[in-house]
């Protein structure tokens, strides 16, 4: 039977069923048969749109990136303030942690030039969320001289503490709970501490900025 797909269509297909079978059973284990099989297709087709296995974790990367964007534009259009928006987001890297095998992140390591851009597209994503925290501040949420960088540094540290534990001792929903409740109690720290300075100030008859 005639496959009616464009080239397009059947690139993107792949791309799909690359990135549920290297999050289900880590990069090493998944071989071109099995991409080829799940899709009832030839191996020779995947090889005429991919050059190596490393071109197809790329693009598997960038279509996971578009993937948590879109998520991201949807969280932001459906909450009413920035706050709001830093915690579903951050559950939503929670739930992308569990479904993901440990093998994946380990893996992932041997590629250094995937690593690279990985590491380069991290740095983009923390300037947007910058400028989020920047609408939280014109909200009213934040004080004017509100240092964002410690706030970035608590998530990140706690994404990477959350990651680390993941590829040691497995990834458990008592684990998400005990992480969550070190994220919200350093967030919250933040918050009160950033609210006592602006009082303080107010007192002292300092003005932000």
Known sequence: ???????????????????????????????????????????????????????????????????????GREIIRNSSHILEIILKLYNLHFELLK???????????????????????????????????EMGRQQGLFREDADFNILTFIIKRDLTTILEVKMQKGYTENGKHTAQKSFFRSTAKWCIDNRKLSRRNQKLGKTPG
Not at 37 to 55: C, G, H, P, V, W
């Open 1 to 71: 039977m005639k496959d009616n797909r464009t080239k397009k269509e059947i690139f993107d297909q792949i791309v799909e069923t690359a990135h549920t079978l290297f999050i289900e059973r880590g990069i090493k284990d998944v071989k071109m048969d099995d991409i080829a099989a799940e899709m009832s297709i030839s191996k020779r087709t995947i090889y005429e749109l991919f050059n190596d296995k490393e071109q197809m974790l790329h693009e598997v990367l960038k279509y996971q990136n578009e993937r948590m964007c879109e998520n």
């Open 99 to 133: 479904k993901v095998n440990n093998k994946f992140f380990a893996e992932l390591n041997k590629y250094p030039e995937i690593c690279r851009k990985r590491q380069a597209k991290e740095a983009q994503n923390a300037k947007k969320f910058t400028a989020w925290m």
